[in-house]
């Protein structure tokens, strides 16, 4: 069993974009039931972060294939961004950001590094 948690950030950020993508929540849950089907692997579009060294021990993804219905005709490459961090040992989901390619170019490294540095797996 998988379990999904989410900073408090990237709530707001989903209400945010949820005002402007409407069906952004019910993509997200779509998004989780494919994650809970491909782990302890990754959908394809979801690569691993990098450049966070020593300091951030969990891995930390970022999806670029994410698909947003709200965006039509773009699929997959809607440009939406999602940042989460998957805690094997606990099979554990906890989604770190959301945004729009457009918005912003790349994601909160300093988010992941306050919020990951002193993760262990004992947490």
Not at 42 to 67: C, D, M, N, W
Not at 71 to 99: H, M, N, P, Q, W
Not at 115 to 123: L, R
Request: with cysteine.
């Amino acid at each position: 069993m998988t379990d999904f948690d989410e900073l408090p950030e990237f709530s707001r950020e989903l209400k945010k974009l949820s005002r402007k993508y409407r069906s952004l929540p019910d993509d997200l849950n779509l998004f989780k039931k494919v994650l809970k089907a491909t782990l302890p692997n990754h959908p394809p579009g979801t690569f691993r972060i990098s450049g966070l060294a020593e300091e951030v021990q969990i891995p930390i993804y970022k999806v670029k294939s994410f698909r947003c219905t709200s965006l039509t005709g773009k699929g997959s490459r809607s440009g939406i961004r999602v940042i989460y961090a998957f805690i094997e040992d606990a099979c554990s989901i906890v989604f770190i950001e959301i945004y729009h390619k457009n918005r912003k170019a790349n994601e909160d490294k300093a988010r992941i590094i306050r919020n990951f540095q002193e993760y262990d797996d004992g947490n």
